[in-house]
């Protein structure tokens, strides 16, 4: 079975901090992706990589940067949190771009 | 991006009916899924039906796919409390080829 893991559940920081959400898959999937859940909105893609080192923006990429500098691992970036980064974060892979996707249990971040 | 929107967008039945959610679109697409999730927890895949397939069938789910009027359907049989949850269609279009998911349809079943 496909596992996808989340590096915390829960996470409060103070606005202007540096977060990092890392992410890690075990089936050599090509194909990772992080997205942001918010009430009312579904889900948002903040970016996604096909490759080690590549990184496309997704349709929310401001305020985010990301990282994979191995396949199994996919970083997410907050450079300075500020409170509407309050959100519950989903890091998602797949072994092709359109194929089903495995997600992980999410980190639901609190900026204060 | 394309993105699904769901129809609609909470449900309510008791256990043993059947819940019919529906999905539209706007551009042509590669394929379209849809996925379960649970309160609070992440995405599950449900089935994934390409845009030459018309029905497809996975245990008491049945999606339909209807190309001409851009719309999908995911029919959920016989339901039980365990079915509560939220699902969200994710058409995939030709040109991206990244699935783009709606707002989704939270489903509760009463036992």
């Known amino acids: 079975d496909v596992k996808v893991t989340q590096s915390s559940r829960y996470l409060v920081k103070r606005t202007g901090e540096k977060v990092f959400l890392e992410c890690v898959q075990d089936m050599d999937h090509e194909n990772m992706f992080w997205y942001r859940q918010d009430p009312g909105l579904g889900l948002r893609l903040i970016y996604f990589?096909?490759?080690?080192?590549?990184?496309e923006k997704g349709d929310i990429p401001e305020g985010y940067s990301v990282s994979r500098e191995k396949k199994e691992r996919f970083s997410l970036i907050l450079e300075s949190a500020s409170t509407n980064q309050t959100s519950m974060y989903l890091c998602?892979?797949?072994?092709?771009?359109?194929?089903?996707?495995?997600f992980g249990p999410g980190t639901r971040l609190t900026v204060t | 991006s394309q993105q699904g929107e769901e129809d609609p967008q909470a449900l309510s039945i008791q256990e043993g009916e059947n819940a019919t959610m529906n999905c539209s679109y706007k551009t042509s697409i590669n394929n379209l899924q849809w996925y379960r999730q649970n309160s609070g927890r992440g995405l599950v895949h449900l089935i994934l039906?390409?845009?030459?397939?018309r029905e497809k069938h996975s245990g008491r789910l049945r999606v339909t796919l209807d190309t001409s009027k851009k719309s999908s359907s995911l029919l959920i049989t016989a339901s039980r409390a365990a079915d509560t949850a939220s699902y969200f269609c994710?058409?995939?279009?030709?040109?991206?080829?990244?699935?783009?998911f709606g707002r989704g349809t939270s489903l509760i079943v009463h036992p």
């Open positions: 039906i390409r845009s030459n397939e």
């Open positions: 994710a058409p995939t279009s030709g040109g991206s080829y990244i699935p783009t």
């Open positions: 998602a892979s797949s072994l092709r771009a359109n194929h089903e996707q495995y």
């Open positions: 990589s096909y490759d080690v080192k590549m990184k």
